[in-house]
């Protein structure tokens, strides 16, 4: 979703464990350690949940696939939430500096970008590990259930679309948890 006035974007992405993308931004190797780290015996730190889902920060192709210049986290708006079922959430951010077009090597940012380059991003992320249903290879048949994770990012220009944000997100967002990624991306906001 985006706001065409304000630029503001809004995404989600879900993926199974063990079976994440090849553009995804999550560490391969680490993945499956999701699994219990958002409740259970081996319940994992924040910062360590986010560092799983960030690993492709530091590939060179990740960043160049989507676009970025540059991306840089942000520690100071990493929070740990849980709704009224006990679900837990992991909100962080991180800003970017994009480009309208290719992104190629280069000594500096002007000759990397094959394109405009874009103001400055701030990303507001929204993560969580559940059971999920998955499609089935055959029709009729009920897929399977794995765990996945799902990966709400809102992002917008400071200055430019921060109220529009939290409307982006309660239009997408799940009735259940609507409330909850609407009160996340209100309490950080600076």
């Not at 103001?119 to 499609?135: C, D, I, K, N, W």
């Not at 290879?137 to 917008?156: K, N």
């Amino acid at each position: 979703l985006q706001n065409m006035l304000t630029g503001a974007r809004a995404t989600l992405v879900r993926e199974p464990l063990g079976s994440i993308s090849k553009t995804s931004l999550a560490d391969p190797d680490r993945i499956m350690e999701l699994a219990d780290a958002f409740e259970g015996s081996r319940k994992m730190p924040g910062a360590q949940v986010v560092e799983i889902l960030t690993m492709g920060f530091n590939d060179p192709f990740k960043p160049s696939f989507l676009r970025w210049l540059e991306v840089k986290r942000r520690s100071e708006g990493l929070q740990d939430f849980q709704d009224d079922t006990g679900r837990r959430y992991i909100r962080y951010e991180y800003e970017t500096l994009d480009c309208s077009g290719a992104v190629r090597e280069g000594t500096s940012v002007e000759e990397t970008c094959r394109g405009q380059i874009l103001p400055r991003r701030r990303h507001l992320a929204v993560s969580t590990v559940g059971l999920e249903r998955f499609a089935s290879d055959r029709p009729g048949t009920a897929g399977p259930v794995l765990e996945a994770t799902w990966t709400l990012d809102a992002s917008f220009v400071p200055g430019n679309g921060d109220a529009e944000v939290d409307a982006l997100i309660r239009s997408f967002a799940p009735i259940d948890t609507g409330r909850l990624i609407g009160r996340l991306m209100t309490q950080q906001k600076k």
